[in-house]
């Protein structure tokens, strides 16, 4: 758990408890994670409590200053997997494995990302469209599961945002294809044949 004491001030702030840019984590060899902010140790669970309440942090190499930050979030979502409910499945982990070194890789992962934030921004209009029914996550759990009407005309729109997504994304890729014609992975681009 983080501790309550304070760091000294980056030079130059105005406000004290508001420091400028991200807050730095740094991680040491020994696996510790070290924030500047609070001048403590903190464990993962400190960094995920950081995610969840969104606040801007960056993981740096103590030693080196190597950006570490994906790598500790992956580690996060390692631990979250290998928890009771997982979110991939194993053919789901299998086909993000087989993207990697793809020509579509790039896309994919900005595919990914666009997805998410939309189901994000329903999951949020849900929430503020709920608020004062004082859900609770058992009752969301029932809720769901009950897949009342207006659930399924949220996901139905989120469904087809999904799909407008992956025509853009197909549209893209056919588009480089016809600017990049002898570019192997393309859309257009034949092999030479052996003579």
Same mark, same amino acid.
């Given at each position: 758990m983080v501790t309550a004491r304070r760091g000294k001030t980056a030079p130059g702030s105005d406000d004290p408890a508001q420091p400028k840019g991200p807050r730095v984590l740094k991680k040491y060899p020994n696996r510790r994670l070290y924030d500047t902010q609070t001048s403590s140790y903190i464990t993962l669970a400190d960094v995920k409590k950081m995610v969840l309440e969104g606040e801007d942090f960056e993981v740096r190499d103590a030693k080196s200053g190597e950006e570490l930050t994906r790598s500790i979030l992956l580690q996060i979502i390692l631990e979250e997997e290998m928890g009771g409910m997982p979110m991939f499945s194993t053919p789901l982990l299998a086909q993000i494995i087989r993207f990697y &070194?793809? !020509? $579509?890789? &790039?896309? $994919?992962? !900005?595919?990914? #990302? %666009?997805?998410?934030?939309? *189901?994000? #921004? $329903?999951? @949020?209009? *849900? !929430? #503020?469209? @709920? %608020?004062g029914a004082g859900f609770d996550p058992q009752l969301w759990s029932q809720f769901m599961s009950g897949q009342a009407p207006m659930m399924q005309g949220l996901m139905g729109n989120y469904l087809e945002q999904s799909q407008k997504l992956f025509l853009q994304m197909q549209e893209q890729f056919q588009n480089a294809g016809n600017i990049f014609p002898g570019v192997p992975g393309m859309p257009g681009f034949t092999p030479p044949t052996k003579k």
């Amino acid at each position: 758990m983080v501790t309550a004491r304070r760091g000294k001030t980056a030079p130059g702030s105005d406000d004290p408890a508001q420091p400028k840019g991200p807050r730095v984590l740094k991680k040491y060899p020994n696996r510790r994670l070290y924030d500047t902010q609070t001048s403590s140790y903190i464990t993962l669970a400190d960094v995920k409590k950081m995610v969840l309440e969104g606040e801007d942090f960056e993981v740096r190499d103590a030693k080196s200053g190597e950006e570490l930050t994906r790598s500790i979030l992956l580690q996060i979502i390692l631990e979250e997997e290998m928890g009771g409910m997982p979110m991939f499945s194993t053919p789901l982990l299998a086909q993000i494995i087989r993207f990697y &070194g793809h !020509a $579509m890789q &790039g896309l $994919m992962g !900005a595919y990914l #990302e %666009k997805n998410l934030h939309a *189901f994000a #921004e $329903m999951q @949020s209009r *849900f !929430a #503020e469209q @709920s %608020k004062g029914a004082g859900f609770d996550p058992q009752l969301w759990s029932q809720f769901m599961s009950g897949q009342a009407p207006m659930m399924q005309g949220l996901m139905g729109n989120y469904l087809e945002q999904s799909q407008k997504l992956f025509l853009q994304m197909q549209e893209q890729f056919q588009n480089a294809g016809n600017i990049f014609p002898g570019v192997p992975g393309m859309p257009g681009f034949t092999p030479p044949t052996k003579k």
